[in-house]
Structure formats: C-alpha cells, structure tokens
C-alpha cells in the first residue's frame, strides 16, 4: 500500500486534470439532443479503465451504451463489482450556474460541474485506485469488474437486460457504488440504505386549444385546475399521503435506528439556512432525518400549462402536465403505487378532460446487513482513506441497481459515498471536493486490500 | 344612405386589403419585445382615420399609444364615442396556427390572422363606415369621435387617465363598441351585459435552489405541491368557488333573462364538439349559458414550475408561478375579490414557503338599459345591414372600458357584435369572416344614419 499511496499522491493532479476531461462532455441521458456527447463519455471511461490496466469494453444496449472493464488475475481472491455512472442531470436552470455546468471550475478546493459528485467524480475515485494498484504492485488484492452505465438518471432501463444476459461475466462477491454522501464534512458514511422510487407524468387534456376565458370560462372544466386539484389531493396538512393504501406494509424505523438517527450531530436550523427556507415541513410524528431517509415522499418535480410569458392572458388552458415522483421506503412495491396513483387521478378527475399517465421504470427501496464481513472492510478501509471511523447511515435517494445485483446476482452492496449533501447533485453549481477525490481513491485502494486479506 | 352603400360595396376588396395590413403587425401588447409593432400599428390606424375624413392623432401615454379621431362638424345632432383597440392577445402556441398569426390568410370566406376578430377587424369596420359618408355625403348624420387603444389586453392601465385627463375632448352622447360576438352566424345580437375581470399571479418561493428529491424530499414544502393545494381549494366538486365572501352580493339572474336564455338555440352536444371535450363542467344549478354570461368564474390561466423537458427529473423545485383570473359579475367589487384571495393563499399556504401576489388592473361587470333611445337605435341599424333584427344577450368576457365609460363620461355602451363564438379569439387560428366585416360596416353605416334622425 505504501507504493499505492505514493502514486496516488504523485498523480493527484493529473487526475484532477482527468477528471475534468471527463466533466467537460455533457452527457444528459434525458435529452436525445445530447446522444452523441453520452456516446462521448462513455469512450472516455472505457479508455481510462484501458490505460489504468484493465481490460475495458463498450457494450451496446438499446439506449446508452455500458462500459464494462475487468481485472480477475487473483484466482481465490474475492471478486467485486464496481458500478457507477457516467451519464448526467440536465443542467438547468442555466441562469443560476456560477460558471457553465460543462467547464469544470476549481474553486475554494472543490471542482464545480454538472456530474462532479454525482456521479463522475466519485466513480472514477475506483478507476484510479485500481490504476495505482496496477501500475506500482503490478496486480490487485482482489479481482474486480467494472460496470459504468449511461442511463442512471432516466431510469437505467437497459442496466438489469445487460446484467440478466451477462450473469456469468457479471459475477461477484460484492458490489462497491460511490453515488452517496458522508454524512457531513469530515464524517465519511456508509450507507446501509436506501429509498426507492416511482417516476410518473400526468397529462390532462380540455379542450382542443386555448379558450378564452369570458366566452368559455366557467362552462367547461380547467386543466391546470383540474390537475392542480388532483396534485393538491395527494398530500394532506400533516404531510400524509393520500395515494390509498400508501402506506400499506411500510416497515416501521426500529427503536435503535431512531436513537442511532437522533444522535447524529444534525442542526436543523443551519440545514434550513442552507436550502433557504424558513420552516420544515413534512409528515408529522417524524424527525428531519427519518422523513428525508426513512419515511416515503410524493413530490411534483415539474408542472406546465398554459400561458407562462410575461403579463396577464386570460385563457381556459388546452392541457397540463406535472411529473410526479415518490421516493418509497421498505416495503413498499412500486407497481402498487404507480397503480393506486393512476386510479386515485382517474377516480378524481372532473368530467370532459382526458387523463393521460405514463410512468418510467423505478425501484424498490433496500437495506443492507450492517455487520457483514464485507461492511467491515469498508469500515477499515474509509478509516484508513480519511482518517475517521464512517459513521452508519441511510439515504433518501435511489439506486436502482442495488436491487437489481441482489436480485440477479445474490450480492449486498457496499455504498461509499465520498460527496457531502450540499454538493447540490441535481441543482445548479453542482461541486465535488477535491479533498474527498482524494481520500476517496486512497480509500478505494485500502478497500481492496482490506478485502483480499 | 344609397351613396354610402355603393361606395362600401364598390370598395369592399380594398377594405379587406387594408385590414391584412394592419393584421400583419404583431402588435403584442403584453410583451415587451413587440413594442414597436404596437407603435407602428397605431400609426397605422391614425393614418386610416386621417385618410377617411378625420382629424386624428396619436396621444402617447405611460404605456402604448392611444389613437384619437373626431368629425365634429355637425352641431346640433348626437356625438358618439366609437373604441377599439389596435393591440392582441399574444399568439402562442404558435405550433396550432394552420397559417402564421401575422400572415392574414383568406379561407373558406374568412380571415386568419391574431386581432382578425379581436379587435383590429370589428374595430375597422366603423372606421370605413365614417370614411363611406365622409367620401359620398361629405358629412356624417352625427358628430363621431374614436379612442382606438393599445393596451386592451393588457388592462388599459392608460386609458382612464387619458379620458380623466380630456373630458371634454372625449364628452358624447353614447358610445359604441364593437368587441363581442353575433350569438351565432346569422343571429346577429345586442349584448346589454357583460363580465368584469380580476387577473393576478402568484410565485411560491421554497428552496433556494432545484433540490434532490431523494436527498431532501419528504423535509420541506415542495412549490409546485403548494400551489397545486392551493390552486385545488379554489373550487368544490360542484363548481362553486370557495374564495372567502366571492358570491357576496351576487346579483341573482332574473326569471325574465334565465328564460330569455333558455329560448335562445343552444347545442350542447355542438358546443362541446367544437370544443373538443366530452361534457360541460361547472357551477351545478346553472346552464352553460348562464355560467358562461352570467356566474363568476376562477380559471388558473397559466402554471409553471421545476423541470419541464423532456424524461424525468427528480427534484423538488425551488418555485412555482400561477396566472389566475376571476371573471366577476354585477355587483362583486374587484378590490375585495383580490383582497380575499390573497388572504385564503396565505392563510392556506404551507409553512417554510415564501408567497408573492401580484394583481393587474381590473374591472367591474356592467348591464345596460335594454330599452334605450340608443339601444332601439341600434337594433334598427343591425336590421337593415345584417337582414336580420339582432337578439339582445349578454357576454362572459369583459370590455373594462364600458364601466369607464359610464363613470367618466356618465354615458352608456351599445356593444355591438359583427364576430362569432367560434371566431378563435385568444386562440390560435383567430379569424372573421368577411361577409360579417362588410355587414358590420354596414350597419355601421345605417346607425349614423339612426343615430341621427
């Protein structure tokens, strides 16, 4: 390990420099306009995990193409997988980036672009302590397989197919994804679980176009109130979720996660100074954390419908869209909701509008064994990459593919988040500390020398 | 009477040319970037009120131009005040249009162009009724004066002043607008009532940034839910409208008008497949008529917020915006309407949020004298240049200037129609027909000719 560090700290910057590269092609799954430049970085990644000594590959799917990359020459040793992303956000809104979501801007120790943290630099932490393992010792402690996909933030739809088809080459002992936080500066974290998620938009169609509102107003039902209405039936005034049976079979916090949540250092008042708000506002009977870990959301993420420019006109819109997403807890099944949802909006709807639901692929929540061996070795190996014991955490967000190797291919997943939570991921001037680029590939090193002990 | 005849027939082709001309300027009064079209559109008009035999000129104010032009050489006989207003509704979505909004287009005997009907086109046709007596007769049977405004759309912020400010130079017997519609074609009509308006527009203000809604969702009051909440308290089930004290003082229909309406042809089924929708929705107890003509209405004009594009995105906003409008009727005061909303989206608004209310200028509901010297007037006019004795109706839209009118210069309105329902007004696809433009400026004709006996 000593050689290890050593290159790591000789080739500190040119992989900053590297990174940056990466940063600097926009690779927005979401946005067809954007293919080639996904296309892009992915070819990025794959010769990156060439140059750091693995074999590396660009698979093909029916959407954005998967990087594959493996180094298995430790015969007997533990086998793990490393999964990331290399695709991005969409960057807007554009007006409020401090400098362009896509040229990387190095201030005040930490590297401002769209996917710093999320998921870029944090997985290429892997890449780069595997380079230092292979270019000094000349082989690993372990083997490890490398998935980078570019569909993460829509929804990973070709992720599980590749995985299905390729169970042999996917084979492991245990998953390790950076695509978490610590859990405050200084405060590395594992992340023993997770929240799910279910993506829908709901369209509603009036009439066959813009009406004006003295002629027809008052005759014929609204859009935008209709679907406001139904948007504004799905949470009640305690922050309880309407959708019916929402709740049903959600496994409760145990006593001791409770107590362990409470006695995080967590200061509600610098977390409300921070996203400018005044007041909490949530389910009630619960604190900050358990609402933002533990408990599931219903949340409007988008809304438009009729005139948005600039003044008054006064129409009866001709349709309205929202996407609505829920983030879900244990254990919650997705298809239930997205179902319950869709006919609690159909049993609502005023009369004469057309409803119209689509839904993108989700994911169920998880929670991992906390005293596993290989939550052990990630203990050491972020006490040794940062200096501090991780402390024992869940996370809001959703990561589809925990499930999915579970599933297929019967392993837990480590979560090793080397970003903080007000690294805006998914807002503008999203950043990634240069300090934690750096202990989080120290880390990743440790990592696999605490696994193929 | 015969001269004038001639001479509109014989120039009808020309009339039609002249008015593409001034559909051709996209004379948007909403937004800002079209300012010099609505100042070359009022040149426009003040030319054609010179060329027909007035004096005219354009009287700047704070906002866009008011275009004023008299013939007041007949002493002795009434002075009527004709308005109109030069200035449209802006012409999004632009993707309906069958041909471009400001590129008149002459199909199936109409005119396609925005402000054909609203109100460029009606507003014309007495513009080229003063120019058929002023060329054949050498005078008019009355004294005329025109108010052709820029800002109707907008809430003709600058009118008021202007009339408050030049009484005497705007003092007459009557005044007549032509900005509302035939009650169907071939059923020319009188309309003696019509809607005020309230317009205002609400922003939530949550987070100060797009948030993750994995990492901070469920902690939070999300915009877009807020306003949706809010929005979906504004109206019940049955259409009733659950503003604070909205229906005090509500003038009640009386049976004489509920039956006169209900005698009108009226086509439900026909209403609604023009429309585009599969039934009627609002205030339970009314006809379509009645909730058209004669309720209050509350119609969000316009909503946005977070992510719009294309996939999904999952954040929690960090604000949302409405239009709304209330169409009123006699006797809601404008001013507790506002007042009364503002305060239910305040007292109803979930805590941590920051709301912003903004409202535009409004205006009252009028009902006029149906049995006027002026009004029997009119119905002789409408008779001989339509071929038909017009119905008397009311409208739901609202032309402020009316009650401006009354206060100001203590005179009432004859609301004269030569458009139709289905003419597009405030949609794409705006239209009217020709035959109405050469009968409206006919009538037209005919009533300087009552007027003046």
Known sequence: MELVKKYLSDHAERNVEELKDLLRIPSISADSNYISSVQEAAEFVCKQLAESGCDAEIVETAGHPIVFGSWTKKPGA?????????????????????????????????????GATDDKGQMYTHIKSVQGWLQTVGELPVNVKFIIEGEEEVGSDNLDKFIE??????????????????????????????????????????????????VFGGSIANPVNALAMLIGKLIDTEGRIQIPNFYDGVLPLTEEERTAFANLPFEESEYLGNLGVSATFGEEGFTTLERRWARPTCDVNGIVGGYTGEGPKTIVPAKATAKISCRLVPNQQESNVVQNLESFLRENCPPGLKLEFKHWHGCPAVVCDMNSPYMQAAKVAIEKGFGTAPVMIREGGSIPVVGTFKELLDVDTLLLGWGQNTDNLHSPNEKFSLEAFQQGTLSSAWLWNELGV
């Open 165 to 214: 088809a390729n169970k042999e080459k996917c084979a492991c002992d245990v998953a390790v994804v950076s695509d978490t936080s610590q859990y405050a500066p200084g405060m590395p974290a594992i992340t023993y679980g997770l929240r799910g998620i279910m993506c829908c938009e709901v369209n509603l169609h009036g009439p066959n176009q813009d009406l004006h509102s003295g």
């Open 78 to 114: 533990p086998t793990v997988l490393v999964y990331g992303h290399y695709d991005v956000q969409p960057p807007d809104p554009l007006d409020e980036w401090v400098t362009p979501p896509f040229e990387p801007d190095v201030r005040d120790g930490n590297i401002y672009a769209r």
